[in-house]
């Protein structure tokens, strides 16, 4: 069986006291987000790849509206660069004040991707302009039998 790797986290969006700013954002947010392909070539970035939860308490959304994606592939790891330049091409379309991506693989373990804005927030007319932080869990888990 080939190896399956999944990748999938969070970006944050801009909470505002400005009603009209929250809108505006937030529609960008969700045009970014279908502005990509159905389909894409490989390593994909699609737009189903992603759900934006409602404005709404009891639908998810308090202040901050958290944008959720996921996916599985085949051994993205090896593509890892080329993933994360798709990636980071659409938080430069967008507003966001932080973004988290979780890699999951068999054969290097797990890794964490943190990206947050430089200043209150990115918006889609700036540079992408952040500090990027990974990190990576190496645990091995040993198959072991209890002794009897």
């Known amino acids: 069986m080939d190896q399956e790797t999944i990748v999938y986290g969070i970006i944050k969006d801009v909470v505002s006291n ?18 990509l392909d159905d389909l894409d070539i490989f390593p994909y970035l699609t ?6 939860p409602e404005d709404e308490l009891e639908q998810g959304t308090y202040q901050t509206q958290v944008i959720h994606f996921a ?5 993205v790891e090896y593509h890892w660069e080329q993933w994360l330049d798709k990636f980071e091409a ?3 379309s967008m507003y966001w004040v932080a973004a988290t991506v979780h890699l999951e693989t068999e054969l290097s373990g797990k890794h964490t ?4 804005s430089a200043s209150a927030f990115h918006a889609p007319s700036e540079d992408l302009s952040v500090r990027c932080e990974w990190e990576q869990d190496v ?4 198959n072991t039998q209890p002794i009897r």
């Open 18 to 35: 400005d009603s009209q700013f929250q809108v505006r954002s937030r529609l960008i947010n969700c045009a970014a987000l279908l502005a």
């Open 47 to 52: 737009s189903s790849m992603f759900s934006i």
């Open 71 to 75: 996916a599985s592939y085949q051994a």
């Open 90 to 92: 659409l938080l430069k």
């Open 113 to 116: 991707f943190y990206w947050e």
């Open 139 to 142: 645990s091995f888990r040993l």
